[in-house]
């Protein structure tokens, strides 16, 4: 497991963070049944709805993450919104005493935990997207088509050079 982590493109660190979303969303799934089996059939579709929604996005972020192939700030962006709303949905309609000790525990121990992970992962994607485009073109290669527009006389002579890949002279002028 060791080789697998050191010889991966992915840090330790996402592969943690991957294998930990991916282990909530695990958990979820006998809960649903859990869930499902003990409240009242109008309770148990709004929970288990809620709840399985939540498992899809950490197991989306988490199998994304743990891959490394990107993609997973959308999935982490629904688990974090979801997660908040199950604490805060939890703590409105437990009843006074164990019940709301219960609820309020899972909310600080587990619930608002994964999803302050999940909006840090979903929003670090974001900082680093700003910051390109803050740097606007210092950070944009120079390639093929990286010329100045003031090069180019006529928009259609423009087009047409980057569909035929010619490279042509710009003050020279297309037949109509």
């Known amino acids: 497991?060791?080789?697998?982590?050191?010889?991966?493109?992915?840090?330790?660190?996402?592969?943690?963070?991957?294998?930990?979303?991916t282990g909530a969303g695990l958990a979820l799934?006998?809960?649903l049944g859990f869930l499902a089996a003990t409240l009242p059939p109008r309770e148990a579709a709004a929970w288990v709805a809620?709840?399985?929604?939540?498992?899809?996005?950490?197991?989306t972020a988490g199998a994304r993450l743990a891959r490394g192939t990107g993609g997973h700030r959308a999935p982490a962006a629904g688990a974090a919104v979801l997660g908040a709303?199950?604490?805060?949905?939890?703590?409105?309609?437990s009843a006074p005493g164990a019940e709301f000790a219960t609820a309020a525990a899972m909310a600080v121990c587990a619930e608002l935990p994964l999803a302050g992970l999940c909006a840090?992962?979903?929003a670090q994607g974001v900082r680093a997207a700003l910051d390109v485009r803050a740097a606007g073109d210092a950070r944009r290669p120079a390639g093929r088509w990286a010329r100045p527009a003031s090069d180019v006389r006529c928009c259609r002579t423009a087009l047409l050079l980057r569909c035929r890949g010619a490279r042509q002279q710009p003050s020279r002028r297309l037949p109509r």
């Open 85 to 93: 709303a199950d604490a805060c949905m939890d703590l409105l309609t």
């Open 1 to 21: 497991m060791a080789l697998i982590a050191c010889n991966s493109p992915v840090s330790v660190r996402r592969l943690w963070q991957g294998r930990l979303l």
């Open 29 to 31: 799934l006998p809960w």
């Open 120 to 122: 840090a992962l979903a």
């Open 50 to 59: 809620l709840d399985a929604l939540e498992a899809a996005c950490l197991l």
